[in-house]
């Protein structure tokens, strides 16, 4: 349920999200191939939302969308709501999914509220910067809050206990909608949550080593040499026809700027991060596809010494990536992103979530996965690229970003959770793990640390195949929900 950012070659437009919609229609590279799963499920139903819970003297309101399923509902049993994150609420998670497992054994309403801002929920007429001030954490924890508040009221259901779920993004928002509203919410499941806001997050790629290395110690060498031949070439213009062929450029490779080489590196790095991040994730429930293109599948075409040297290789996977996600041609121009990401309209080619997550991380979060580190497989995206694309984007300063960031931390308190009843699950090839918790914080704020799993592993619906111990994590989580709720 969480969205990376967009990723790769799939993320297209959104370089830079690197977070995972697990609720949501992930919205790598915002293809839109699996809309049509959107409306059918279940209906939508509509809640009227303030536009901004701070301001008292402002009484706009707007529609905000929830699903609502009560299908295993016993009378005096407690109520569940997914939080939506960043990305379309899919309604595909009403139907499927390990918290309606646990729902249907303890008689659990369930509600899923989309987050302000995405899919359709839609505060303002546009999303222009101006629009977006009303896009934070706060605004959507503070929408919670009144939701809860207004269904507990019209259902009759004040007097039940409220469990909150949520994976990636929307994992920190149940961990921190538990630890600001206590009197609302009796308990958290806050999945492969990074709860600890970071410009910098060198450490991502340093898990896609290791998650790399997992499958064959030599593949993520292989990975770094040939980004860093790709890298070389860059500066050698000659090169740039063969490049073009080589990774199926729409138009001819043009590099004029740093950030132009640095746009054109991280594409073809989202590849590899993307599917380390889903990694054998049950995903196809929520209408993902290329869920068989796994961390085996891209180790075994960068061994496969009959493609060429390790650049023909990593050239392979790129083409591998596109032929998979239908995608004809590359663009790989970062002013193409830019003017992309720039379109303030709900129509326009960002908006299916890149515009506002880009926007969170650059006034909320950072969470730059720079390949600032030496210990990760990339080379040419470090820091600064990142941090531009704010002022690039949203004319938001260097030093706006870090004071953003350190306020969020100071809100929140960062790893350091002052709460009780969260469970915060984790996995460790998910390079999100590295801002979650993955230890016990109390016995009251376990952490549950799976071996072997991608990111919100848990939260997928169970199959034969799954690891021992994430069926044994699942089993962890409904007995601590299990014994929160006689409490
Ligand atoms: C382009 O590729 C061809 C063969 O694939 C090679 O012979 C040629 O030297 C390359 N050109 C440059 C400028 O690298
Ligand atoms: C993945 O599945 C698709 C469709 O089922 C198939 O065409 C493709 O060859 C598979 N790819 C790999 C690498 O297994
Ligand atoms: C590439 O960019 C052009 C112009 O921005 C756009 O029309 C086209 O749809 C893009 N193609 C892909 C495959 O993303
Ligand atoms: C960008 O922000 C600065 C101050 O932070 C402001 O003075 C300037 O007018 C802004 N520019 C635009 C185009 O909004
Ligand atoms: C690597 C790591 O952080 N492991 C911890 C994860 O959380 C469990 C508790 O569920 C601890 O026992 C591990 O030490």
Not at 31 to 60: C, K, M, P, Y
Request: with cysteine.
């Amino acid at each position: 349920m969480a969205s990376r950012r967009a990723g790769g070659l799939l993320r297209g437009v959104t370089s830079l999200l690197l977070f995972s919609v697990c609720v949501g229609v992930e919205f790598k590279g915002f293809r839109r191939f699996h809309e049509v799963e959107r409306r059918s499920v279940l209906e939508e139903q509509w809640f009227i939302q303030r536009l901004d819970h701070f301001n008292g003297a402002d009484t706009r309101v707007w529609k905000q969308r929830y699903f609502i399923n009560e299908a295993f509902y016993k009378p005096g049993g407690p109520v569940f709501l997914m939080i939506g994150g960043e990305g379309p609420a899919n309604p595909a998670w009403m139907k499927a999914g390990a918290w309606l497992t646990y729902a249907q054994k303890l008689g659990a309403l369930c509600l899923m509220l989309e987050h302000r801002f995405y899919g359709e929920s839609h505060p303002t007429a546009d999303l222009s910067t101006d629009n977006l001030r009303y896009l934070s954490s706060r605004q959507a924890l503070a929408d919670l809050a009144h939701f809860r508040s207004v269904m507990a009221e019209r259902r009759g259901l004040a007097d039940r206990k409220w469990v909150a779920f949520g994976g990636s993004y929307p994992g920190s928002l149940a961990a921190w909608f538990r630890l600001k509203y206590p009197h609302l919410v009796h308990a958290s499941v806050a999945t492969s949550a990074p709860v600890h806001a970071a410009v910098n997050f060198p450490e991502y790629l340093e898990v896609v080593w290791r998650s790399l290395a997992s499958e064959n110690s030599n593949c993520p060498v292989l990975v770094k040499k040939a980004s860093v031949t790709l890298a070389e070439r860059l500066k050698d213009p000659e090169t740039y026809d063969n490049i073009t062929k080589d990774f199926n450029l729409c138009s001819k490779l043009q590099i004029q700027t740093e950030m132009d080489a640095a746009y054109f590196l991280e594409t073809l790095a989202g590849n590899f991060m993307d599917v380390v991040q889903y990694n054998e994730d049950n995903r196809g429930f929520e209408g993902a596809t290329g869920t068989n293109i796994t961390i085996k599948v891209l180790c075994g075409v960068m061994a496969d010494t009959s493609l060429g040297d390790p650049y023909a290789r990593y050239a392979a996977v790129a083409r591998l990536m596109m032929d998979t996600f239908s995608i004809k041609c590359l663009n790989a121009s970062y002013e193409g992103y830019r003017r992309d990401m720039t379109d303030a309209s709900w129509s326009g080619p960002a908006a299916g979530g890149g515009r506002q997550w880009v926007y969170q991380t650059c006034t909320e979060f950072g969470f730059y996965q720079s390949t600032d580190s030496p210990n990760q497989p990339f080379t040419g995206f470090p820091l600064v690229y990142h941090v531009k694309q704010c002022a690039d984007l949203y004319n938001v300063s260097a030093e706006q970003l870090a004071e953003a960031v350190a306020q969020t931390n100071e809100f929140y308190g960062g790893y350091d959770i002052r709460s009780t009843r969260i469970v915060l699950p984790n996995g460790s090839i998910d390079p999100w793990h590295a801002l979650g918790v993955t230890w016990d914080i109390s016995p009251d704020l376990p952490a549950v640390f799976i071996q072997g799993t991608a990111h919100c592993a848990n939260m997928y619906p169970a199959r034969s195949e799954d690891l021992p111990q994430l069926a044994l994590a699942r089993d962890h989580i409904f007995l601590l929900l299990q014994r929160w709720l006689k409490q």
